[in-house]
């Protein structure tokens, strides 16, 4: 899976967590139905939410009968935090190296890299602001304490 659908998938996840409660073991949500939610295949699921369980975003439990749960209230997990924990930054990209003995070649790979970096730095700044439960607030179906909500066609 690409870094680029990793903090998407991530994001979802947390909040469809939210969205159903999974506030414990006991409401743990299967990474099937993670996956039916966002979707994507439960692989990926369990790839993501691996990393965001080392992250200590969410607990999980394996088998049969395991699931993820959030160890932190919606409103506790930024999107910064999300991004580090499944991407390790806001990484736009990097330039190639440039052709020796060209000047511009030399300069502008230099240049990029500043404007990577600036473009990194406030991409995290603004991702800092947003919660879980903001994303879910700008939802007009999600309920404001969090419950299931009857018109959400994925069953807990």
């Given at each position: 899976?690409?870094?680029?659908?990793?903090?998407?998938?991530?994001?979802?996840?947390?909040?469809?967590?939210?969205?159903?409660?999974?506030?414990g073991p006991a409401q743990a949500m299967p990474s099937g139905v993670l996956a039916s939610s966002i979707p994507t295949n439960?692989?990926?699921?369990?790839?993501?939410?691996?990393?965001?369980?080392?992250?200590?975003?969410?607990?999980?439990?394996?088998?049969?009968?395991?699931?993820?749960?959030?160890?932190?209230?919606?409103?506790?997990?930024?999107?910064?935090?999300?991004?580090?924990?499944?991407?390790g930054c806001a990484h736009i990209g990097s330039p190639p190296a440039g052709a020796k003995g060209?000047?511009?070649?030399?300069?502008?790979?230099?240049?990029?890299?500043?404007?990577?970096?600036?473009?990194?730095?406030?991409?995290?700044?603004?991702?800092?602001?947003?919660?879980?439960?903001?994303?879910?607030?700008?939802?007009?179906?999600?309920?404001?304490?969090?419950?299931?909500?009857?018109?959400?066609?994925?069953?807990?």
């Open positions: 899976m690409s870094d680029s659908q990793r903090f998407p998938v991530a994001a979802h996840a947390l909040a469809y967590m939210a969205h159903k409660g999974a506030f439960p692989v990926v699921v369990r790839r993501v939410t691996a990393l965001l369980a080392k992250a200590g975003l969410i607990a999980t439990r394996p088998g049969a009968t395991g699931g993820s749960w959030l160890l932190r209230q919606p409103e506790d997990i930024r999107l910064d935090q999300v991004l580090k924990a499944v991407n060209c000047p511009i070649s030399e300069h502008i790979p230099r240049q990029v890299a500043k404007a990577l970096t600036a473009a990194d730095e406030a991409a995290t700044e603004a991702l800092s602001k947003i919660t879980i439960a903001d994303l879910l607030a700008d939802n007009p179906i999600a309920l404001a304490a969090f419950a299931p909500h009857k018109s959400c066609p994925v069953a807990a």
